[in-house]
């Protein structure tokens, strides 16, 4: 089995490539999924909530005001960070194991240089938009004022750095077939090293 992983910056378009892979028919594991289905987690909750008890209203995590707080404030994330990315990486590989029988199995994570696990992975597959297209999708994709996108997307590394350190780079500035197209030539680079 080999483990591609994708990863880029917010709407640098990860999750197009990454249903692209999965509608081929390959295994797709999806860090935010595993994220979202953590958050359900009583235990979890308890640990964000000693944390962040301004981000619960009426016992409930509102993950908007989450979100304000850590995108404003760098130690905040940290904090944030420190309890969820440990955990994500053992659901990851506890998923993987079911799968090791596959050739490719592909794993979304966006911040992958971020949390400098990108050694865990055969391969990674970024995903590389300039910033101004990066901002105009993410405000338009999440209805953010400017500062708000700026913000999110200073909040992780520059996708030139990522540039530096992936295997495979698949420039997302143009037609969704021409993405298509580069991660086919990727594809059959891996799977000649199966």
Do not use: W
């Not at 209203?57 to 995108?71: C, E, M, N, Q, R």
Request: hydrophobic share 40%; glycine share 2%; aromatic share 8%.
């Amino acid at each position: 089995m080999k483990t591609l992983c994708i990863t880029g910056g917010i709407a640098s378009g990860k999750s197009l490539v990454s249903q692209y892979l999965k509608s081929l028919g390959y295994t797709l594991i999806d860090s935010d999924v595993i994220t979202h289905e953590l958050l359900l987690k009583e235990a979890v909750l308890k640990e964000i909530n000693a944390f962040f008890p301004s981000a619960f209203v009426a016992g409930s995590l509102d993950k908007k005001k989450l979100a304000d707080i850590i995108f404003s404030d760098k130690e905040a994330k940290k904090h944030l960070d420190d309890i969820m990315h440990q955990k994500v990486y053992e659901a990851i590989f506890t998923e993987l194991k079911k799968h090791k029988h596959e050739q490719i199995v592909v794993i979304d994570v966006p911040l992958v240089y971020e949390t400098n696990k990108q050694d865990l992975f055969d391969y990674v597959l970024l995903v590389y938009v300039d910033y101004e297209t990066q901002l105009n999708r993410l405000m338009s994709r999440n209805q953010y004022t400017k500062q708000e996108a700026k913000n999110r997307i200073l909040s992780q590394s520059s996708l030139e750095e990522k540039v530096k350190k992936a295997t495979f780079v698949v420039d997302n500035r143009y037609t969704i077939t021409d993405t298509y197209n580069q991660v086919n030539d990727i594809l059959k680079i891996i799977l000649k090293e199966v």
